[in-house]
T-cell receptor, first 107, second 111 residues
Framework: RKEVEQDPGPFNVPEGATVAFNCTYS??????FFWYRQDCRKEPKLLMSVYSSGNEDGRFTAQLNRASQYISLLIRDSKLSDSATYLC????????FGAGTRLTVKP | DVKVTQSSRYLVKRTGEKVFLECVQD?????MFWYRQDPGLGLRLIYF???????EKGDIPEGYSVSREKKERFSLILESASTNQTSMYLCASRTGNNEQFFGPGTRLTVL
C-alpha cells in the first residue's frame, strides 16, 4: 500500500465548477501536510499548507482530519488556469508525495 | 527567492555508464532530496540528506548513491545506468517549516 493515496482522476470540469480532491495517508506519525501543484512539464510548486483547523486561500480550502488520516482540497469557481496536477504531500523528516490528481478546467 | 538548479535539463546516456546529476541550492537549506517521477507513479523518494555528509535512503535507493560534501550541493549518482532508470529526476531543498522548493528537473534517457 502506498503511503499517500489520492483520487486517481482525471477530473474534467467546466469553468466555475467546484471540485474536491481527497487524499489519505498511512503513517500516523506524519507531522506536516501540503498540497502542491504541478503544471505540465514543470516542477511541483507549493500551493498551500494544510492545518488541522482548516485553512483557506482565496478560492482554495484545505482540510485535515488527523483521526481519519485524511486531507482534502476544495477549489471553488474553478478557472482555466487551475488546470494542473495536484499533489498531496505528507512530511516527517522526509516528504512523501501522492501520485497526483489531474484537473482539466474547460471553457 | 529560493533557487534550486540542476546541472542538465536533458541527458542521454548508454547502459552501463556512470551518471552524475548535480543539484545546487542557494538558500543555505539543510535538507535536500532526490526524487524520480514516472507516469502513474508520482514522485518517489530516492535519497535525502539532512546535513553535510549525511544521507538517508528513501523508498527506491537501489542502483543509486548520493554525495553531500557541501551544504549547497547534493549529487545523485547512477553507478551503472540501466534502461529502467530512464525517468525525470527532481531535486528539492526544504525550509525549516517544511516547504520544499524544486529544481526544474533532469529528463534522463538511458539507451
Amino acid at each position: 500500500r502506498k503511503e499517500v493515496e489520492q483520487d486517481p482522476g482525471p477530473f474534467n470540469v467546466p469553468e466555475g465548477a467546484t471540485v474536491a480532491f481527497n487524499c489519505t495517508y498511512s503513517n500516523s506519525a506524519s507531522q506536516s501536510f501540503f498540497w502542491y501543484r504541478q503544471d505540465c512539464r514543470k516542477e511541483p510548486k507549493l500551493l498551500m499548507s494544510v492545518y488541522s483547523s482548516g485553512n483557506e486561500d482565496g478560492r482554495f480550502t484545505a482540510q485535515l482530519n488527523r483521526a481519519s488520516q485524511y486531507i482534502s482540497l476544495l477549489i471553488r469557481d474553478s478557472k482555466l488556469s487551475d488546470s494542473a496536477t495536484y499533489l498531496c504531500v505528507v512530511a516527517r523528516n522526509d516528504m512523501r508525495f501522492g501520485a497526483g490528481t489531474r484537473l482539466t478546467v474547460k471553457p | 527567492d529560493v533557487k534550486v538548479t540542476q546541472s542538465s535539463r536533458y541527458l542521454v546516456k548508454r547502459t552501463g555508464e556512470k551518471v552524475f546529476l548535480e543539484c545546487v541550492q542557494d538558500m543555505d537549506h539543510e535538507n535536500m532530496f532526490w526524487y524520480r517521477q514516472d507516469p502513474g507513479l508520482g514522485l518517489r523518494l530516492i535519497y535525502f540528506s539532512y546535513d553535510v555528509k549525511m544521507k538517508e535512503k528513501g523508498d527506491i535507493p537501489e542502483g543509486y548513491s548520493v554525495s553531500r560534501e557541501k551544504k549547497e550541493r547534493f549529487s545523485l549518482i547512477l553507478e551503472s545506468a540501466s534502461t529502467n532508470q530512464t525517468s525525470m529526476y527532481l531535486c528539492a531543498s526544504r525550509t525549516g517549516n517544511n516547504e520544499q522548493f524544486f529544481g526544474p528537473g533532469t529528463r534522463l534517457t538511458v539507451l
